[in-house]
């Protein structure tokens, strides 16, 4: 019997927003009341539909795949990168061509994070001695922030004539790097382009020129469909720029690394899954080169063919068109950060503001609001602040971590696991903690907070006899079955009851790790390590 076309609007009729609303004010809650307030800057309704979508979906970038790179710090590393895969090598300002001797040229993309005319000019005869032509690439600094550097980056852009090297940098990473919201990375973004394409002009470039040469390194954080909509924002506020100028500009160039803010040395494992999360969401937000900032980089480029010939992404051109929810949030993202770069110039100029610093007080402001969160538990880093193992992972980054970004979320919480080791070492084994019979709600949050710090949380309370830390309900005050009495009395509550060693739903988790382990350490006659 043959199949013939399905009635679907018969058994699945149409569902207006309207209808959704009224679904929800059935359940006695309102649309208010579900939206997420992110802490980038932006909020985000429970749910979109067609009415919502601010513009006609069309394509924000149309290339179908993207640049595996690589971070290089010498001749083998990037040997190796090559032969796992990499395409394309990132290369700071110190390294001189002598660490390219022996690498094909004309294969593999590079990227120069500085460097100038002189560098450029070396590398295109090293080339064409070779007898090959070498693959464009990027080259140059951000001036932005260093306008004695603007003759320089003309002088580079001049010799890059006859060429596709970009050479015009904007780079959000070091803004990213101090905390800043997704927001105020795309502010500076296309506040930057704007400053460029003046301040260039002056050097006697022309627009079109500085368009076609521009590109931009932004970092991708853990928040998967919000970073890809800050790629897509970045493409909708720069052609913005463009147009301002009167150019129809080209596609921009838009590397991307993955984050370093959530990294740590307690759970590196953790951190390759969220690398893959973050390089997903450069993929799918269209970058066109894309770092994973691994400690070992033969993975990260592993987990780039993974996404490439098993997850099968970048087929498609901006799978992100089309999205209600995509769509909505690269607007949003957009006219946050267009409304934020208005304040600034009406307030005396964006450039003025990254100078006399006051946009960097604002980053100081969003990066104190993340630690307030994160120190509270009102976000979780998994693996550190949450769900943390009592052993540190076996995959150990270690000493790896000495280029991370300035601002990590993970520092506090490993400056705290250090210290626990500490008492570890003194003891022979972990701290021990041992609880009263509390409540479920208060002895899992007990338990959650000092296996954070790196105690052995143990439910049985026959006796404390082997336990540096017990935890009874109730302040002080109340009468525990604590016998021997352990070296540590911590108490956990429903509300703050005004003793330092006091756990309770929102209290600041590492505040009360250090308040503890220099008391444990002050009753095992251990030197407190600050």
Request: proline share 5%; hydrophobic share 45%; aromatic share 6%.
């Amino acid at each position: 019997m043959p199949i013939g076309p399905l009635a679907l609007t018969e058994h699945f009729p149409p569902v207006s927003k309207r209808d959704w609303v009224r679904r929800v004010q059935d359940e006695g809650k309102s649309l208010a009341s579900l939206t997420w307030h992110a802490p980038a800057g932006f909020a985000a309704a429970p749910f979109y539909a067609a009415e919502d979508m601010p513009q006609a979906a069309h394509p924000l970038w149309t290339h179908g795949g993207w640049d595996i790179r690589a971070r290089v710090t010498d001749a083998a590393s990037a040997q190796r990168t090559l032969d796992a895969g990499a395409r394309a090598l990132d290369l700071g300002a110190s390294h001189s061509l002598a660490l390219l001797q022996d690498i094909p040229l004309d294969k593999a993309t590079l990227h120069w994070d500085g460097g100038d005319a002189a560098l450029l000019r070396a590398l295109l005869d090293a080339a064409k001695a070779r007898g090959v032509k070498a693959r464009s690439g990027t080259i140059g600094q951000d001036a932005v922030l260093a306008p004695e550097a603007l003759t320089e980056v003309a002088a580079l852009t001049r010799a890059a004539r006859g060429t596709a090297w970009r050479t015009i940098r904007v780079d959000t990473r070091h803004w990213h790097a101090r905390g800043a919201t997704l927001v105020q990375e795309l502010c500076y973004a296309t506040g930057a382009a704007a400053v460029l394409m003046t301040r260039l002009a002056e050097q006697g470039l022309s627009s079109n020129e500085i368009a076609q040469r521009l590109f931009f390194d932004v970092s991708i954080g853990t928040s998967y469909l919000p970073a890809i909509a800050q790629l897509r924002a970045v493409r909708h506020l720069v052609q913005q720029v463009f147009a301002a100028y009167g150019v129809d500009g080209p596609p921009l160039f838009i590397h991307a690394t993955t984050s370093q803010r959530s990294h740590s040395s307690i759970d590196g494992a953790t951190d390759v899954v969220r690398a893959c999360s973050q390089a997903m969401s450069a993929v799918v937000g269209g970058a066109d080169a894309v770092t994973v900032a691994l400690p070992d980089q033969v993975l990260a480029c592993h987990l780039q063919l993974l996404l490439r010939h098993e997850a099968h992404l970048g087929i498609v051109a901006d799978p992100g068109a089309g999205s209600y929810y995509i769509e909505s949030l690269t607007d949003a993202l957009g006219q946050a950060a267009w409304r934020l770069l208005q304040e600034l110039e009406q307030q005396g100029g964006f450039l003025a503001a990254c100078h006399d610093g006051r946009f960097a007080r604002l980053v100081r402001q969003a990066r104190q609001r993340t630690e307030d969160a994160l120190s509270t538990g009102t976000v979780a880093l998994v693996g550190v602040s949450a769900f943390a193992a009592p052993e540190p992972d076996p995959f150990d980054a270690g000493a790896a971590f000495s280029d991370l970004d300035a601002f990590r979320l993970a520092k506090p919480f490993e400056h705290i696991r250090r210290a626990t080791q500490q008492i570890a070492a003194h003891l022979g084994r972990p701290p021990i903690v041992r609880q009263d019979a509390l409540p479920p709600v208060l002895r899992d949050l007990a338990k959650r907070i000092l296996t954070v710090g790196g105690y052995a949380v143990h439910y049985d309370a026959a006796s404390s006899g082997d336990a540096e830390v017990w935890v009874r309900a109730g302040t002080s005050a109340t009468p525990s079955t604590c016998t021997p009495v352990a070296p540590c009395i911590v108490t956990v509550t429903t509300e703050p009851d005004g003793t330092l060693l006091n756990i309770y739903p929102g209290c600041r988790i590492t505040t009360l790790l250090e308040q503890l382990h220099e008391r444990l350490c002050a009753s095992l006659g251990i030197t407190h390590a600050h």
